[in-house]
């Protein structure tokens, strides 16, 4: 196993605008990305992520270009993109490069808002749905587990997270900015994802005062509603509720718009031209672009509400600096662990091991016993030697013997665990 | 020379409110409100002793006019400040007190003989009034600018310098409606004094000269805005731009309507 065969291809908000990562959004068949992934040849193991801000598969793979090209053609199915544009949206990282990005990722150093604290969640939830199809091996799982240990450590370690405010933070400075005291304002929830909680959270913490949600499923608004003490309503009611509301925030799955200018020029009279605040954190957009051409309306998609945090971004970038010194010390922990993850290492590390505690044993013994020979004494490490010898025999034969790649990780990844070959690097850390 | 002193504290003050805008230091601020309300306080001293220079209250020239609308700016602010905290407001008034304070020095300085006719007490009460109707108004159109500057920012969403400096949208919109609510019965009672001293100065109530017709058409504009605003909810943007709108209007009666129109009033030069 080389540490090359880790890749992870994908688009992100840095690589591709909103208008490209829309239409890679899988939210029709939650289970196409698994079939069709399982399908392409040479993807031994893989984990695929999709989130507002990102999609993309983290894989191992023996041979390469083939491959790396179905995921593309994958990833770019639904799309209008010529095969030939593909390359200018995308990153591909290979090896020691993969593994940075993915604890980047896990981290939030890779986020939109450096430090914004859903995407930890989102990964643990893309590599169990992953790994619950059996779809990630042992090189992925391990890989997966340390991205969560590092992105837990950078958190506790850095302030990162403590000044973590992600699109919801940026959200509310705008409405600031709009609405100055947020005080008796109201916010409309459109859909009761995540998201959408969490931006409800932070504007209520800043004294909005009542929270109305409108979900396609009534019985989620009204979960969601609950949680605020705000009112749920159905879809139908919108256009209703918008004339009462200050703030819509609108996180659907659908995959058109949901509202269009010419829905909003007419509510805008019945408002007497109040100010409305539109957020559009929904991927595929939720919004006509052209409402932001209305007088007194405020529109803003994922990738505005970016700009408003690089405003103070710098109090945060030294954080991170620190954040990335972790980042790259833990890659190399990685890197030496799959370095280890090969036949001649275990082998090497089994007997190491038995020979330390044989060494250890024999010290012990011989320190009680004062009346030995020489030639006793040589005769009871020979002893020594030939039992670890014979009880790595057959470890070791069971470790040479296969022949299919994925059986050797497996094997050696259980033998290492067997033997707590890597117990002691993790002791050293 | 007060006149020229308080020149200077205007454009003190008015330096120290850019260097603020800039800096946002609080300290700054302070000391650029400490130098307007002294350039203010000196002023008024000015005004006073133009008024025992002149024998009568000094508002019959054009330099005397527009210093007077500089001043009633200043107090018009600073009596808002009381109320206020509209973040980075003084920057933007500070400016357009110190053009009025240069235009003002530049014009002359002489005092102009009083026609017999027009020497009543209704000289003060009708031209205090209405300049300082313009002072609010010119605070409407300082704050209906700031909101324009704030609003295209937050729609064109790139944010430069005003959109950190700036108050919130909300807070522009109620200063541009709270200037226009004390300026425009400012204004009202400054035409209808008006007329109370054409009567007693030419006999009878309006004569339709330039001056008149024009303060009447921004009457008429002001008027439309704040009805618009309380029946038809016109704010924002469209009230900023009347706002500023109004503001050009104030000033084409001031001194368009001088220069290019000439009627009764045309002895204020």
Redesign the interface.
């Given at each position: 196993m080389s540490v090359d065969s880790i890749l992870v291809l994908g688009v992100n908000h840095k690589t591709a605008p909103v208008e490209v990562r829309e239409q890679l959004a899988f939210t029709s068949d939650p289970e196409r990305p698994f079939r069709k992934l399982r399908e392409i040849p040479g993807c031994s193991e893989f984990c695929f992520l999709s989130t507002c801000n990102r999609v993309e598969v983290i894989f191992t793979s023996p041979h390469q270009m083939e491959t790396i090209r179905s995921i593309k053609k994958f990833l770019f199915a639904t799309s209008n993109i010529k095969e030939d544009d593909i390359d200018n949206f995308i990153y591909l990282h290979r090896g020691a490069d993969a593994i940075t990005h993915l604890y980047r990722v896990a981290a939030s150093l890779d986020s939109m808002v450096v430090g914004e604290p859903q995407i930890l969640g989102q990964l643990k939830d893309a590599y169990r749905n992953s790994a619950d199809r059996e779809c990630t091996g042992v090189i992925l799982n391990r890989l997966l587990h340390k991205a969560f240990s590092v992105a837990k450590r950078i958190r506790t370690e850095t302030n990162i997270g403590s000044s973590a405010v992600s699109i919801s933070y940026a959200a509310v400075e705008?409405a600031?900015?709009?609405?100055?005291?947020l005080e008796g304002k109201k916010v409309l929830l459109v859909g009761a994802g995540e998201m959408a909680e969490l931006a409800a959270e932070h504007l209520v913490n800043q004294g909005i005062s009542e929270v109305i949600v409108a979900n396609r499923t009534l019985e989620r608004a009204v979960n969601l509603a609950k949680r605020f003490n705000g009112k749920a309503v159905g879809l139908a009611e919108l256009h209703a509720q918008m004339e009462l509301v200050d703030i819509l925030v609108s996180s659907t799955g659908a995959s058109g718009l949901i509202l269009h200018q010419e829905d909003v020029k007419p509510i805008m009279k019945q408002?007497?031209?109040?100010?409305l605040f539109l957020i559009d954190i929904a991927v595929p957009r939720d919004l006509d672009p052209k409402l932001?051409d209305l007088?007194?309306v405020?529109l803003?998609d994922v990738d505005?509400l970016s700009?408003?945090v690089?405003?103070n971004k710098a109090e945060r970038e030294q954080e991170a600096l620190r954040a990335e010194r972790i980042v790259t010390e833990e890659t190399l922990k990685f890197l030496q662990w799959i370095e280890d993850m090969q036949l001649t290492p275990t082998i090497a590390a089994m007997r190491r091991k038995a020979d330390t505690i044989a060494q250890a044993e024999l010290a012990k013994t011989l320190s009680h016993c004062s009346n030995l020979t020489a030639r006793d004494i040589k005769s009871i490490e020979k002893m020594a030697g030939s039992i670890l010898n014979k009880i790595l025999h057959d470890p070791i034969l069971f470790l040479k013997e296969g022949h299919n790649h994925e059986d050797k990780q497996l094997k050696l990844d259980f033998t290492r665990k067997i033997f707590g070959l890597d117990l002691e690097h993790e002791k050293e850390e | 020379m007060l006149f020229s002193l308080s020149l200077i504290g205007y454009y003190l003050s008015t330096t120290t409110y850019i260097i603020f805008f800039v800096t946002q230091k609080n300290k700054i601020r302070s000391a650029a409100r400490c130098l307007l309300f002294g350039a203010g306080v000196l002023h008024t001293v000015t005004i006073i002793s133009r008024y025992f220079l002149a024998g009568h209250t000094p508002l019959t020239t054009h330099h005397d006019t527009v210093s007077f609308f500089a001043w009633s700016m200043t107090w018009a602010f600073l009596s808002f400040r009381w109320r206020y905290q509209v973040k980075n407001f003084g920057t933007f008034v500070s400016l357009v007190i110190a053009a009025l304070m240069t235009i003002a020095a530049l014009s002359s300085q002489t005092i102009a003989e009083l026609p017999p006719a027009l020497q009543s007490a209704w000289l003060p009460v009708h031209a205090s009034i209405a300049i300082i109707a313009d002072g609010f108004l010119g605070m409407g159109f300082c704050s209906g600018l700031m909101y324009l500057l704030q609003e295209r920012e937050l729609k064109k969403k790139r944010f430069g310098v005003f959109y950190s400096r700036l108050p919130s949208l909300d807070a522009l919109d109620n200063l541009i409606q709270h200037c226009l609510t004390v300026g425009f019965p400012l204004l009202t009672l400054g035409i209808i004094t008006g007329s109370f001293w054409a009567k007693q100065a030419w006999g009878a109530y309006w004569h339709w000269d330039p001056k008149e017709t024009w303060s009447l058409i921004t009457w008429f504009l002001y008027a439309a805005m704040l009805h618009q605003r309380f029946i038809a909810g016109w704010r924002g943007k469209r009230a900023a731009i009347l706002a500023i709108i109004g503001f050009i209007a104030v000033l084409f009666t001031l001194w368009g309507v001088t220069f290019l129109l000439p009627g009764v009033h045309s002895y204020v030069r």
């Open positions: 705008l600031k900015k709009i609405f100055g005291n408002r007497k031209n109040r100010p932001n007088d007194n405020y803003y505005d700009q408003v690089e405003v | -």
